[in-house]
């Protein structure tokens, strides 16, 4: 592709860009506004517990993507997420110039979200992600590889595949964001994207040894997601369950009872055809042996 291709709509990707800017900056304003206000001190002076922390932070992050998604799905494609934009560049859905400009957006968007949060709330930014206690780098990165290949796929084949079910994308993914931080918040923050990690970070100034995790892991799904969503396309895998985004009621499975009555009606009608063959055999038989007595007799 020349470069004249690529720049073609450079001006239609700058304002998508911008556009991206401000729902990542909205996305992560929420999400990264609910992890503050559950790390804080309850009325009582004391936290909460941490299933609370889990499901709380999750529900956070899960329901922002869902209704920032919702509400920029039709302007920029929603994606908030260097990883995601990288995953889409990879299968082609879109192009590298668009790529580069969304990423810088979802960064400086990630960047205005954590200040804002910064801003408005009182004490220090709680949103950093870290590894757990027990969790070694090389854990962290395979635990946030995983998720983010989840992350992946559920954009790809939810949104970017286009089907029945397409316009209500943002629930299935926002829901996949859900279901992967209630299990690796506790171990990594779940993270699933570069820009949720630099922004905090670039905030409170990149104290953390290990934020390398938070590039290196995401990365890895981002490939790993879109070399999976690859080799699903090219085997057709749409031939493995066949009608299944279809709403021809056609197409369902027919009536078991009905199928069942008419296995038994066969069944039935199958001795009676036998018990009627026979008779009928009998009776031939002993027409042929008059007539062979007759024969003989002649």
């Known amino acids: 592709m020349s470069p004249s291709t690529q720049f073609s709509t450079f001006k239609l990707d700058l304002q998508a860009a911008a556009l991206e800017f401000v729902g990542t900056t909205f996305f992560l304003l929420i999400g990264l506004g609910g992890i503050q206000a559950v790390s804080g001190e309850g009325a009582d ?5 941490t299933i609370e922390k889990v499901l709380y932070i999750s529900t956070c992050m899960g329901f922002s993507l869902l209704v920032s998604a919702w509400l920029f799905f039709r302007v920029t494609g929603a994606l908030f997420n260097p990883n995601i934009s990288l995953a889409l560049l990879l299968v082609g859905v879109i192009r590298p110039v668009r790529f580069v400009l969304y990423c810088i957006a979802q960064m400086l968007g990630a960047i205005a979200a954590s200040a804002l949060v910064l801003a408005l709330t009182p004490g220090n930014l709680a949103s950093n992600n870290v590894l757990g206690t027990n969790i070694n780098p090389a854990q962290g990165v ?11 796929l559920a954009v790809l084949m939810l949104a970017a595949e286009k089907h029945q079910a397409t316009p209500f994308a943002p629930i299935g993914i926002g829901l996949t964001l859900f279901a992967c931080h209630l299990w690796a918040v506790f171990y990594t ?15 409170t100034g990149f ?8 590039w290196l892991g995401p990365f890895l799904g981002s490939v790993l997601g879109a070399t999976f969503y690859g080799l699903l396309k090219h085997y057709h895998y749409w031939n493995l369950a066949p009608d299944q985004a279809t709403v ?9 009872i009905a199928a069942v009555k008419s296995l038994v009606t066969s069944g039935t009608d199958s001795d009676a055809d036998q018990n009627a063959a026979g008779t009928s055999g009998a009776g031939m038989g002993e027409k042929a042996n008059g007539r062979r007595v007759n024969d003989s007799a002649v």
């Open 248 to 256: 021809d009621h056609t197409k369902s499975p027919g009536d078991p």
């Open 142 to 152: 395979f635990i946030e590889m995983f998720i983010t290949t989840a992350l992946v």
């Open 189 to 203: 923050g779940a993270c699933m994207n570069t820009a949720r990690a630099f922004g905090p970070a670039a905030v």
């Open 207 to 214: 104290t953390y040894s290990h934020h390398w995790v938070y």
């Open 45 to 49: 002076g004391s936290p909460g517990s």
